[in-house]
C-alpha cells in the first residue's frame, strides 16, 4: 500500500512561483509512473504533468515552459515547480501514482493541495 501527501501549495500572486512536494511512503522507485493532476471548480481534473521512474516528463500544453516535474526516489519525493503562475493554474493539485504488480495496476492520489492565484 502507498500513501501519497502533497505540500507547498498556497496563495500566490500572478506571475510568481510554489514548488509542491508530493511525499510517498513505500519506496516510490516502484512506482512506474507519478503525476499532477489539478482541478478547478467546475471543471475536470485534469493532468498537469506526469514522470516516469526513468525519468521522461510530458506536460500539458499550457503549463508548458513554466512548471517543471521532478522526482528523488531517495527522498520518495516527487516535486512540481510552477514558475509565472497565471490565474487559470488556481485549483486543487492531486499527487498521482501507479504501481504494477503482476498485471494489476494500483491507482493513488493525494488528498490535494490548494492552489490559488491573485491578482
Known amino acids: 500500500q502507498v500513501q501519497l501527501v502533497e505540500s507547498g501549495g498556497g496563495l500566490v500572486q500572478a506571475g510568481g512561483s510554489l514548488r509542491l512536494s508530493c511525499v510517498a511512503t513505500g519506496t516510490i522507485s516502484s512506482i512506474k509512473t507519478m503525476g499532477w493532476f489539478r482541478q478547478a471548480p467546475g471543471k475536470q481534473r485534469e493532468l498537469v504533468a506526469g514522470?516516469?521512474?526513468?525519468?521522461?516528463?510530458n506536460y500539458a500544453d499550457s503549463v508548458k515552459g513554466r512548471f517543471r516535474i521532478s522526482r528523488d526516489n531517495t527522498k520518495n519525493t516527487m516535486y512540481l515547480r510552477m514558475n509565472n503562475l497565471k490565474h487559470e493554474d488556481a485549483g486543487v493539485y492531486y499527487c498521482y501514482g501507479n504501481q504494477w504488480v503482476a498485471t494489476m495496476r494500483y491507482d493513488y492520489w493525494g488528498q490535494g493541495t490548494q492552489v490559488t492565484v491573485s491578482s
Open positions: 514522470i516516469t521512474s526513468d525519468g521522461s516528463t
